[in-house]
């Protein structure tokens, strides 16, 4: 077990994430059972909306998981009709990814209401409180993105 943080203002941050983290499950849970898909498959199909040809490595880079892991995300999404695999035209030995309709339909409908989920949870708040969120969570993003870069090294230069 982990003895906590001497920073009480890193706890309650830690509380709060996790808090803030739950609103979203009720449009998780909406796409879980509209569709079957996880949150990590979600992500996934928009990674690939946003740069369609990506590789299983290039995925797992940017979902922080192994390429083991992707291809078994790769597989059930093919078998879902959501996404196709093709070789890649730069690399005989590589794969590139492809949204199928349903997929690109998944993708565009998550964007969307999404969007107006999140819209519905912050309306309530000024500009001034919009702004020092939007700058928290950028400076968050981009702690996190450098966390987890030093976590992928790590776990390359083990394997």
Not at 57 to 67: G, H, K, M, N
Not at 87 to 104: F, H, M, V
């Amino acid at each position: 077990m982990n003895t906590p943080d001497p920073r009480p203002a890193l706890e309650e941050a830690i509380v709060e994430f996790g808090r803030a983290s739950a609103l979203l499950d009720a449009i998780r849970l909406r796409f879980w059972d509209a569709e079957g898909l996880t949150v990590t498959q979600l992500r996934l199909l928009s990674w690939v909306a946003d740069e369609e040809g990506l590789s299983n490595a290039d995925l797992a880079d940017r979902l922080y998981v192994t390429r083991p892991s992707v291809s078994a995300l790769l597989d059930r999404l093919e078998r879902g009709g959501f996404l196709r695999r093709d070789i890649s035209p730069n690399d005989r030995r590589g794969i590139s990814i492809w949204l199928q309709e349903r997929g690109r339909r998944v993708v565009t409908t998550l964007a969307q209401e999404g969007h107006d989920y999140v819209a519905r949870l912050l309306e309530g708040l000024a500009d001034a409180e919009l702004r020092e969120i939007t700058g928290a969570l950028a400076r968050l993003v981009e702690a996190g993105a450098a966390a987890r870069a030093r976590d992928l090294q790590a776990d390359r230069n083990q394997s």
